[in-house]
């Protein structure tokens, strides 16, 4: 294991400035016949956020001592499709929301149409930026595809998206609200985990695996948390719409298990991401940092 060498926020401002200039690079100029499109895609993917996912991929290769360097590339992809996610969730056949990270929802600054062509263009463009992996193994680069491809897909994020939708005003048992997260929100925070192993070089199948245990339970702690803020926070502080999932009758943790039982939860999966941790030897590593960041943020 690689030991730290700064504190968290000093790791956070570093690689937030380094993932920030990798993805300015790779967004196309708006310019040309296509400057709306252009300029949309920057807006959604440059508009600030925490940036989780690509510091948990950077986080686990520094973990594992990989190059930081040579994970970027995987960075940009695993946040260029959360932001494409992030665009079609908005839309009005979806959640249909005006406010994100505090500024409008791109259908609502642009247009619906040009709001589809974003999210199209951004999932496309991250499994480009895969493939710029520099030092990365054709067969790394192939698993990381695979592994992006079904978090983003029908078995993880657009199928828990699915799940989501359908159980709108019915009531889920425990089992499967943690289904719907484990593919809507947790399937691609176990990906930039597992992309950010394979990126070191230096992570066996048994490794890996542990890493998937880590990640699935820190990926439902942190929608857990996210039920907690929707219920305790307010739409300034959150950047956007707060209360909406309670507004539609969707199921959330809290819903089903009250604020105090979620809080609980929360902790509970805390804990049981940090033994797998433990397991791997790396409960001294950046990722226990951003474990805790994860369930004790805010907003």
């Not at 990906?191 to 490794?207: N, P």
């Not at 999966?269 to 994860?294: K, P």
Request: negative net charge; charged residues 25%.
């Amino acid at each position: 294991m690689t030991p730290k060498t700064d504190s968290l926020d000093d790791f956070f401002q570093r690689n937030r400035a380094q993932i920030d200039q990798a993805l300015a690079n790779l967004l196309p100029e708006p310019e040309g016949p296509k400057a709306r499109l252009n300029e949309a895609m920057g807006y959604c993917v440059l508009n600030g956020g925490k940036r989780v996912r690509p510091l948990l991929l950077l986080a686990t290769t520094e973990a594992l001592g990989g190059d930081l360097q040579q994970a970027l590339p995987a960075c940009c992809a695993v946040e260029l499709i959360h932001a494409y996610s992030l665009v079609h969730d908005d839309l009005p056949a979806m959640d249909d929301d005006s406010l994100r990270r505090g500024k409008p929802t791109c259908h609502i600054a642009y247009d619906e149409a040009t709001a589809i062509l974003v999210g199209d263009g951004l999932q496309t463009l991250a499994f480009s930026a895969l493939t710029e992996s520099s030092g990365a193994s054709a067969e790394s680069v192939l698993q990381m595809v695979r592994e992006l491809a079904r978090a983003s897909g029908h078995q993880g994020m657009v199928g828990g998206q699915a799940i989501d939708i359908y159980s709108e005003g019915h009531t889920l048992k425990l089992e499967e609200l943690e289904r719907m997260h484990l593919e809507k929100t947790g399937a691609l925070i176990e990906a930039s985990i597992v992309l950010g192993a394979l990126a070191s070089g230096r992570a066996d199948a048994e490794c890996i695996e542990g890493l998937r245990r880590f990640a699935r339970a820190i990926g439902l702690a942190f929608q857990v948390r996210d039920d907690i803020i929707d219920v305790e926070s307010d739409t300034s502080v959150l950047g956007k719409t707060a209360g909406k999932d309670a507004e539609r009758n969707k199921p959330t943790y809290t819903s089903l298990l009250g604020l105090e039982q979620a809080k609980l939860k929360a902790l509970q999966l805390h804990n049981e991401a940090l033994s797998q941790l433990q397991a791997l030897g790396l409960q001294n590593s950046r990722l226990q940092d951003l474990a805790s960041f994860m369930i004790e943020r805010t907003h």
